[in-house]
């Protein structure tokens, strides 16, 4: 069983997002699955929003994605705080700032992520209907629902709805449901595909 607490939920979709964020324009899992060999990278920017019923307004929160093929991932958090997730052929680093500027996070829920990684490089490669972690289902066209099966997702994650754009390989948004009354929306936008991307950008924090 896949455990990954709270904390690093985040982090977790940061690289669920990734493998979706070059989804082809198709209807079928076959289709994507052919549409994502075809990407080499992927950049954007993106906005965040967590709703929540005490709250009169949404978190607000901006950063960029950063992705190569096969597994070089950089997921960065501009405003209010900023924060950093970085992957490299796999293995995975975490900063966030703090008083004396950004910290490695060297937790052992972070360390656990490595087995995650291990289920999540499927839908890095469009592999989308055979995921031990989430069911998935078209709901209309450029609409995709997720489904957890793991009662640890389950238990934090209701589902997740993707819609996807006119544009091949780039999606509008990702909606992540975590109750009745609280969601995180994700908005990509200035999305750039098969552009070249540094090595650092996937090593380095600056």
Known sequence: MIRVNKRNIL??????????????????????KSSSGKV????????????????????????????QAPRSL???????????LLMHH???RRYIEGANGLTEDLSAGLQAM??????ITRWLKGDFGNNPM?????????????????KAFASIIKRIELILSDRP?????VTIYEGKDSFTRIEFQNVRVNEPLKDSLFQEIS
């Open 134 to 150: 989430f069911s998935a289902s078209f709901k209309g066209k450029g609409k995709i629902v997720l489904a957890p099966k793991e």
């Open 169 to 173: 390989g780039v999606i509008k948004s």
């Open 40 to 67: 080499t990278s992927i950049s954007a920017e993106f906005t965040q929003e967590k709703h929540l019923r005490i709250l009169t307004k949404p978190l607000v929160s901006k950063g960029k994605i950063y992705y």
């Open 11 to 32: 982090s977790v979709f940061a690289i669920i997002l990734a493998g979706f964020l070059f989804i082809g324009w198709s209807d079928t899992w076959d289709g994507l």
């Open 114 to 119: 490595q087995s995650v990684l291990q289920e």
């Open 90 to 92: 796999g293995k995975i």
């Open 74 to 84: 950089r997921w960065e958090y501009k405003s209010p705080i900023r924060s950093i």
